[in-house]
T-cell receptor, first 114, second 117 residues
């Protein structure tokens, strides 16, 4: 079955600390992978995506993610978190082509302490 | 940057009433979607629409739901007889083809929060 698992429901970090949000997927074919961010009361904003090629992808707001096929993972990282990064982060997977439905994880809520 | 827009931002309705949620996808995008997020839960796919017909739908998308692209710019989701469990945030998304604006990824609107009383 196709699924996305985000093991951490809540994460709290101090401002300036590094961040890693975990994402594992189960997908029959080669997936397209995405990270979206949702600020309170807002919609879903694309942070970054992986389709193919270099397994380390850069996104907006200083985020990066690494695709590891052997571990079925696509973890999101940021070297230094800012208070404005507090939000909910969703990992999603879709079939090749980009136009296929996305399957989302349950999300990780990030809190940032000053 | 072009954006997906949705109206209204918040809709309150009585159980059993019909609601229509509206979306304006990114111009020149060809694929359109509805997803929903029940409070505290994950975002779930409802339906995708291409070339004026449904290309895929989830088991959630039963006969109470319908979608339409009534003109060249709007994309609507209709719920014929709302239930309490339809209360959720509904997101519209659109997808563009290579060479067009904001290509190769589904871009989401800000959502419509539907509250069924």
């Amino acid at each position: 079955a196709q699924s996305v698992t985000q093991p951490d429901i809540h994460i709290t970090v101090s401002e300036g600390a590094s961040l890693e949000l975990r994402c594992n997927y189960s997908y029959g074919a080669t997936p397209y992978l995405f990270w979206y961010v949702q600020s309170p009361g807002q919609g879903l904003q694309l942070l970054l995506k992986y389709f193919s090629g270099d397994t380390l992808v850069q996104g907006i707001k200083g985020f990066e993610a690494e695709f590891k096929r052997s571990q079925s993972s696509f973890n999101l990282r940021k070297p230094s978190v800012h208070w404005s990064d507090a939000a909910e982060y969703f990992c999603a997977v879709g079939a090749q082509g980009g136009y296929n439905k996305l399957i989302f994880g349950a999300g990780t809520r990030l809190a940032v302490h000053p | 940057e072009p954006e997906v827009t949705q109206t209204p931002s918040h809709q309150v309705t009585q159980m059993g009433q019909e609601v229509i949620l509206r979306c304006v996808p990114i111009s020149n995008h060809l694929y359109f979607y509805w997803y929903r997020q029940i409070l505290g839960q994950k975002v779930e796919f409802l339906v995708s629409f291409y070339n004026n017909e449904i290309s895929e739908k989830s088991e959630i998308f039963d006969d109470q739901f319908s979608v339409e692209r009534p003109d060249g710019s709007n994309f609507t989701l209709k719920i014929r007889s709302t239930k309490l469990e339809d209360s959720a945030m509904y997101f519209c998304a659109s997808y563009g083809v290579a060479g067009g604006p904001r290509e190769d990824t589904q871009y989401f609107g800000p959502g419509t929060r539907l509250t069924v009383l």
